[in-house]
């Protein structure tokens, strides 16, 4: 039996394509940086073993799915940047989340915000999506403002001890964007 097609996707400046085992020292920039990781669901990955195995994970998925991950690469070397993913996909109600990280030298340039604008087109247009939501840290400030700028709504919040990362508990502010609302 033949995989399916992985959903690549190119915007100006970046592709987002499957993860290979190139990518794994970039994205262990991001997984095991304490600064990157504080927004996470996760704890920061100790060794490059971890995030290989992460990896490797990741290159397997295949779409459509309940979930799938993306390695955000600049289009002009196709150098890994950071990820992002949607998951819990709720296919009978037209639902999922959202999640990306960027290694911290790779922020701040607008990928995230150009690998998320066509992540949520690619979900609204090739999913059937109806709603896209983003759980996001309270200090977090680039995400909220990333998911406010894309059309993103605050519903609620502080839902508190929504995440576990390591022995922490983290409280999430709940942001969420309709198919008739995207920017």
Not at 26 to 41: D, E, I, K
Not at 56 to 77: E, F, H, S, V, Y
Not at 94 to 105: D, Q, V, Y
Request: charged share 30%; with cysteine.
């Amino acid at each position: 039996m033949s995989r399916p097609k992985f959903p690549v996707l190119d915007t100006e400046r970046l592709r987002l394509r499957r993860f290979t085992p190139r990518d794994v020292e970039a994205m262990h920039a991001a997984f095991g940086n304490t600064t990157a990781m504080r927004y996470w669901n996760s704890p920061r990955f100790k060794t490059r073993a971890e995030t290989a195995r992460v990896v490797r994970a990741m290159a397997k998925a295949d779409g459509p799915q309940w979930w799938l991950a993306w390695a955000i690469t600049r289009r002009r070397d196709d150098r890994c940047v950071g990820m992002i993913n949607y998951h819990h996909r709720d296919v009978g109600n037209g639902r999922l989340e959202l999640g990306w990280i960027l290694a911290p030298r790779h922020q701040g340039r607008g990928y995230a915000r150009e690998a998320t604008a066509a992540v949520i087109d690619y979900c609204f247009d090739r999913l059937d999506t109806h709603r896209i939501e983003a759980m996001i840290v309270p200090e977090n400030t680039a995400s909220i403002r990333l998911a406010e700028t894309l059309g993103f709504r605050f519903e609620g919040g502080p839902i508190r001890d929504r995440w576990r990362a390591g022995d922490e508990y983290r409280s999430v502010l709940m942001y969420g964007l309709l198919a008739g609302e995207r920017r």
